[in-house]
């Protein structure tokens, strides 16, 4: 795994693990703490086409502003022309599985019935178009409603709630028999099982959660947290940009396994 981090930012490794951190600050810096596997890679040549993926962590705040979580994604929105020796990398749709906070400026989601905020366990499965067939799709004189709606036509996705401001006990153990809203402030130990046809959660060796919405590899781990935001809502808005911290903001994991899965 391989630290980055931004300015006003940090990866600092403790005796188990490490601790990502962003200082407090206005909406004008993008803050960024991240460990991942595949930074110098060309997409295709993604580390992973089946993971276990498990750790324990614990984040500083419930509802830091901004987004952080662990998993593994296509890196759908990186751009690289591949100078000074970076990999060719144009933006794609995207394929990732993970649990996820986005505080309460972000709105995940293509779709008018999944979470899209909060703590998440979610999965996108994506067809591989060509990054400029995507490009070109977006100039197409659509509304936003539109658009939104074509890309829920093209885009899978599913997830849970495991904590989010308007998320109540009882529809949480509707869903998963015995878990209480998870406290993020708190160590638990996380785990996913991404396998060809299906991804499963686990909160504290307790199922949470399972789909069979597994995203197309090969896909790279991400661990990180930072202070932007990006939405999509379903009246059709569109926002993403970069919040104020009014307070520094962290996640410390360890413990971390990366395990291969049989293709099952």
Not at 49 to 54: E, G, Q
Not at 168 to 197: F, M, N
């Amino acid at each position: 795994m391989k630290a980055r981090f931004t300015k006003f930012a940090s990866v600092e490794p403790t005796e188990n693990g490490w601790r990502l951190g962003i200082q407090k600050g206005d909406s004008l810096s993008y803050r960024d703490a991240q460990l991942d596997d595949y930074s110098l890679l060309p997409r295709h040549k993604f580390p992973h086409r089946t993971l276990s993926l498990s750790l324990r962590a614990k984040a500083s705040s419930s509802s830091p502003a901004g987004t952080w979580g662990f998993g593994l994604w296509n890196d759908p929105f990186g751009l690289s022309l591949g100078f000074g020796g970076s990999p060719f990398r144009l933006p794609a749709l995207p394929n990732a599985v993970w649990f996820f906070y986005g505080s309460p400026q972000n709105y995940l989601s293509f779709t008018n019935d999944k979470p899209a905020q909060g703590f998440l366990a979610q999965t996108f499965r994506s067809p591989k178009f060509h990054p400029l067939l995507f490009l070109a799709g977006l100039a197409l004189p659509f509304s936003r409603k539109t658009t939104r709606k074509l890309l829920s036509k093209v885009i899978d996705e599913d997830g849970f709630s495991l904590w989010s401001p308007t998320a109540c006990r009882r529809e949480i153990q509707e869903q998963a028999p015995g878990l209480q809203r998870v406290d993020v402030t708190q160590w638990h130990g996380y785990r996913l099982e991404w396998s060809e046809k299906r991804v499963v959660w686990y909160v504290d060796d307790a199922q949470v959660f399972e789909s069979p919405v597994s995203p197309n590899p090969p896909l790279g781990v991400i661990i990180w947290i930072d202070n932007q935001f990006a939405s999509f809502t379903p009246d059709g808005k569109i926002g993403f940009g970069i919040l104020e911290n009014p307070e520094p903001a962290w996640l410390e994991i360890d413990n971390l396994s990366l395990d291969k899965l049989s293709d099952c």
